[in-house]
């Protein structure tokens, strides 16, 4: 298992706020990203996302990840189209290697951290070739049902969301929790495959 530490932003609530639109995950590249570009970087998406929606066009920035050893960006946006994507990302100045559709179910409404006790995030990477996408909710009940069970038995976890990205058949699973030992024995009880687990850090709206 190979573990890599990266810097997210989450400037929204992330339930789903627009009838009839879809997610994508924008990804880009950039050598010499810091921390303060990738902050900058996520503003302005938000702030194209928030014009294209008072011009009539719903578009949704939910969030940004900076991977700091691939200097690479990940934004997640929901739109109706690729097309207003891309017109988000080109208003923000925003150059990107691919923009892909994602499938994800509903996230957890409550974490540990508004419970009032600060735990670190983390996300699983997992690789699933042949993955029926219809299958991606029963995948993350199991992941949500066996976080929930070592909760229970003292070890402090819990799963957030997941995010499936049917181009290159990758799923994307943010937890909170202890350690991410912790993390790894969730997936284990639920037997469900991973590739990498990341350290994450994720900032609010006030934050970014």
């Known amino acids: 298992m190979k573990v890599r530490g990266f810097l997210g932003f989450l400037p929204r609530p992330l339930e789903p706020r627009f009838d009839r639109v879809t997610s994508y995950l924008v990804e880009r590249h950039a050598p010499g990203l810091n921390e303060l570009r990738a902050r900058t970087l ?35 946006l929901e739109a109706p189209s690729n097309e207003a994507v891309r017109t988000a990302c080109s208003s923000a ?14 996230a957890a409404t409550e974490s540990i951290t508004e419970r009032g006790v600060p735990m670190a995030q983390y996300l699983v990477e997992r690789h699933l070739p042949g993955f029926p996408p219809d299958q991606l ?10 976080a929930a069970e070592l909760d229970g038995e003292g070890t402090e976890i819990r799963y957030i969301r997941s995010t499936w990205v ?36 994720f900032l609010t709206a006030e934050e970014v």
Do not use: W
Request: charged share 25%; hydrophobic share 40%; net charge negative.
């Open 93 to 106: 100045g925003l150059t990107f290697e691919r923009i892909v559709e994602t499938v994800g179910p509903s």
């Open 166 to 201: 049917p181009d290159g058949e990758r799923c994307y699973c943010l937890f909170e929790g202890s350690s991410r030992e912790a993390v790894a024995e969730v997936q284990k009880r639920a037997n469900l495959p991973y590739e990498q687990i990341y350290e994450a850090a």
């Open 42 to 76: 996520a503003t302005q998406v938000q702030a194209a996302a928030d014009a294209m929606t008072r011009r009539g066009v719903p578009v949704r920035h939910l969030y940004s990840i900076f991977v700091p050893e691939d200097e690479t960006c990940f934004h997640l």
């Open 137 to 146: 909710p029963a995948a993350a009940g199991a992941a949500k049902q066996k």
